[in-house]
């Protein structure tokens, strides 16, 4: 990963973990993640990036087996999981996204890449409890995540 992507981690974690707001502390960890899957995968497409991401080694995907065992990791994801499952809010369809076991990176990242499809796509909203929730505990499982990531990958 080159210098600028670095940079570019660091200054959305920085204003991520300063802002106060959910909805908009999801967005600037959600884009770290996206720029740190684009920039080692190479792919463009949101699923191809995932799917590289999942089936290939990299600094950030074994950061999550060390961070997956804190307390406050697993307590957010107990807290996730209870919200299971998240459907697919696009038009016309009725799939809908299950997080049975915390421990499986795979079910983990496409739950939460889930609610990010329907946060950027206008179907989560912070007047609904359920959504808001939602987006919190995904938002701080990411933070965490990405900041233990930055101090061992960077």
Known sequence: MNQNVKDLIGWLKLYG???TNSFTRFFFFYMCFDAWITAESQKDRDTEKLKWFL???N?????WFE???????????NDLKTKSPVYDDSPNSNKKRELN???????????????R?????????????RHASLVELSGL?????IAWAVLKCF
């Open 67 to 77: 961070v997956l065992p804190s307390k406050r990791m697993t307590s957010l994801l």
């Open 117 to 129: 499809c329907n946060l950027f796509h206008g179907s989560k909203s912070p007047m609904t409890s």
């Open 17 to 19: 973990e300063r802002e």
């Open 55 to 57: 089936s290939n080694d």
């Open 141 to 145: 499982i990411l933070e965490k995540w």
């Open 101 to 115: 076991n915390i421990n499986n990176i795979e079910e983990v990242v496409w739950f939460i890449y889930q609610i």
């Open 59 to 63: 600094c950030l995907k074994d950061e």
